[in-house]
């Protein structure tokens, strides 16, 4: 039998934006305690420096989103869960030999209150919500299964979650069409729980459909068993700019699952998605890859005697869409396989606007 389970509660967080915003009414923060899913900016120091967290509840269990530096700008990716002693336990994926992560209390006024571990030491940290130049947004949850053989105990299972942001209601009706009509691609999807809904049905309906394909007289594979995740997460908030990351998982059979992050910067004060051309001057596509080579030695360790098709499928790292911004800088993102192989990962390369004076508009 078919199971079906749809959360579509969402936390808003809404306060006032001044003349950004003129037409966004004021009201409070939700309850962290008790909000099953949000977003919210979080502003403190770590180790003497100032540090901005863009932290998203947007399932049950986990928490992701982003943190940076101020004197950087550059996201780094955390993740999450609370543990058995209600503390939430942030993990960074900045050093594959050493973990990093955060261990803390938030409370429901938002404070995130305890200590960073890692490069073998611990800092104490204090971040509080900070909400004074960002776009309010809510955030929304949805998930489903279904049984392939539904009259077998033995039946393979589908599952498919995904979460998506959504624009507060308090914001401007131009404004919010603007926020949707991105996120999902069709203007008439304008109720997040329809915009789950097909997602989650779409994958669903595909999965019944390989129903012809078992034989049900010998034991049914693993691989029978299909899942699909999707989520949303704010790297960049700082009006008129919004960097949105959509993450998708899918594993259909076969030896492993693909994913891959597909990100957009929203210029929410001209309603458009920005592309490379709107950043840089003429001639950046030939400029760049030497740049995106430079970074990418940097992050992987790779010395100036090996050649990037030692590790690489491609001699040269393009430009390309699939980008975004900080007030410091902008990170391009190669899903597997684009420019290396699935055994590499995704693949994100930061370069700071110090090293791209020449070639900003």
């Excluded at 966004?24 to 962290?32: E, I, T, Y």
Aim: with cysteine; net charge negative.
């Amino acid at each position: 039998m078919r199971t079906i389970l749809l959360f579509t509660i969402s936390a808003i967080l809404l306060i006032s934006c001044g003349d950004r915003h003129p037409k966004q009414a004021a009201a409070s923060l939700p309850n962290f305690k008790t909000t099953p899913y949000f977003y919210v900016q979080l502003k403190g120091t770590l180790a003497g420096k100032n540090i901005t967290m863009e932290l998203t509840k947007a399932n049950p269990a986990m928490y992701r989103g982003y943190y940076s530096y101020e004197e950087t700008g550059e996201p780094i990716a955390i993740w999450g869960n609370l543990d058995q002693n209600k503390m939430l336990v942030l993990y960074e994926s900045t050093d594959e030999k050493e973990e990093r992560f955060f261990t803390g209390i938030l409370d429901s006024a938002g404070v995130y209150k305890g200590k960073w571990r890692g490069k073998g030491t611990t800092y104490e940290y204090t971040l509080t919500p900070d909400m004074k130049e960002t776009t309010p947004l809510s955030v929304h949850y949805g998930e489903d299964s279904a049984k392939l053989l539904p009259g077998n105990p033995a039946s393979p299972v589908a599952v498919a979650t995904n979460a998506v942001i959504w624009p507060a209601p308090t914001l401007d009706e131009e404004t919010k069409a603007f926020i949707r009509n991105t996120v999902t691609g069709n203007p008439s999807l304008d109720n997040p729980v329809r915009y789950l809904r097909r997602d989650i049905d779409s994958f669903l309906v595909t999965y019944k459909t390989t129903e012809k394909d078992i034989d049900t007289t010998e034991e049914i594979p693993a691989t029978a068993s299909w899942s699909a995740d999707a989520d949303m997460r704010v790297v960049y908030n700082h009006y008129p700019y919004l960097s949105v990351e959509s993450f998708t998982y899918e594993y259909t059979g076969g030896a492993h699952g693909n994913y891959g992050s597909i990100y957009k910067v929203l210029d929410l004060k001209k309603k458009k998605v920005l592309t490379t051309e709107d950043l840089f001057k003429p001639g950046y596509k030939e400029a760049l890859p030497a740049l995106l080579e430079k970074a990418y030695r940097r992050v992987f360790w790779v010395s100036e005697e090996n050649t990037l098709k030692d590790q690489l499928l491609v001699d040269q790292i393009p430009v390309n869409e699939n980008f975004f911004i900080t007030d410091k800088g902008i990170g391009f993102c190669y899903t597997p396989y684009e420019i290396g192989p699935y055994a590499m990962g995704q693949i994100t390369l930061y370069l700071p606007f110090t090293e791209l004076k020449a070639y900003l508009k």
